[in-house]
């Protein structure tokens, strides 16, 4: 390891800390985390999106590979272009079976959820010749073009019995590419599930199982979101709507459903990100004024997928945008977290951070750069945030966190523990970011050159930075998700990496791969 990149005494202090923090959970005393996991995972290719922590603490990680050679345990050999990969291990971190979903084409896990029995879902998009089960709501692949890197797709849901086993799998979309995005597991075994960017005309719409038309039955504008709710044995399809603007006609803008949730009173929670600007806010809206850019929302639709119950903008006048999987909470407060380029955005007073830190100086030169090319300037992200809003829809916080880098810095997640604590991870670039004493790095080693990853614990009020660490080696590392024990006794990081020199805590292999895996027991 290059101890250059990460001291040795540091090292060798955290190494001890760890030695002293049983798996199994954290110690009594002032909340703190103790880091007792960092580790490659996977080989050359890997792209590892989502993970999930059962009750038991098994660790679930998924995503994509194209190498056929990656080591799994069970089921069908490597099919195509890229294959899911999905994996899980014990609470010693010890891999329990590994395996891969694929077909010929190209196969890709980007969200991810478990039951108390220990049962996984997944969703993404899937090609042709994904594998589906008897039974399943839809068994043909529907079509696509394709567009970019990606080949032609649907998006799937694939459940996983405690075992690996799969106990059904289905496509669901139309003669466009459809990938799914966001789901959430409802307590009766429901799944909702949605996605975006979709130019399918004939999603199915017209196919839930429930009466009377759905909120959007038809595509609108060049492309949408979409959201459905799916049986819970996979066989059918309770709805199946379109979401959002009408008039987004923008080649390049997000229309994208990233985050599902449930209120106290059941009804949907969604969070996304659009290009579109005919929405209109209801007027118990937090945010009624829309900017001229890429803009974050949040809404409500009713659990048949009818009624539009809420709308409210969540941006200022830079580009705004969510990230991955928000998350409900016991009292049906929605979490929200991304990344901002406004100057103006929405942070409430006292939040830990309200003014916009970074980005100034890099949106001056991409600007000028795209003026020179003829080109629109692109949307610029500068700094993180993270947003709850109440289940009455007001907004309880919001806050940035960022630092001065001319760089996109933004958050990923976020995932709340019952005392309300937010846990959020994402990639940042600035030198500058407050670290905690607890911080497993307090320094970003590759700072103003490449994104590192930081954990990030906020208080429920979002006033109170409780946790801040950099997970970093000399290149480097992308983070995708992260995931907290159901009894709030750990928390995990999951992500993909270019540095050969991250620190090694626990680890689940012993050689460099292009996947990492970190995780903490929380002190409480």
Sequence with gaps: MNFQSFPLRRFAALLALSLCSPLHGAGSGEFGLNWILSSYYGLDSANLRTMAVDPRGNIYVSGGTKEADWPVTKGAPHQGHQDVIVAKFSPELKLLWSRFLGGPDEDFAHVSAVNERGELYLAGRAGRGFPTTEGAFDRSF?????????????????????????????YIGGSGDDIGRAIHLLEDGRLLVGGGNTRSPDLP???GTLPG????????GGKDSWVGLLAADGGSLEF?????????SDPRGDETIRGLGLDRDGNIWIGGTTSGHDMQPTADAFGKTRGDMTEAYVAKLSIDGRKLLYFSWLGGNGPDEIET?????ADGNFYVAGSTGST???ATPGAFQTTLKGGRSFAAVTDLKAWLAGKPAPPRFADAWVARINHDGSLHFATLFGGSAERNEGFFGPVVDAAGRVYLTGHFISSDIPVTADAFQDTNYSANKHHSTML??????????????????????IVRHLAIHPDGSRVYIVGNTRSKDIPQLNPVQSHPGAGFLGGAAIRQ
Excluded: M, Q, W
């Design 456 to 477: 990030v614990v906020f208080s429920p009020d979002g006033k109170r930075l409780l946790h801040s660490s950099f997970y970093s080696g000399s290149n480097s590392e």
């Design 240 to 248: 199946c709507t379109y979401f959002g603007p009408d008039d987004d």
């Design 344 to 346: 103006d955005f929405p």
């Design 205 to 207: 719409t017209d196919r």
């Design 213 to 220: 038309p759905v909120l959007k039955p038809h595509l609108g």
């Design 325 to 329: 999987e928000s998350v409900s909470d």
């Design 142 to 170: 529907n079509g696509g073009t394709g567009g970019g890197p990606h080949l032609p797709s649907d998006a799937f849901v694939t459940k996983l019995s405690p075992d690996g086993d799969i106990i059904y799998s289905t």
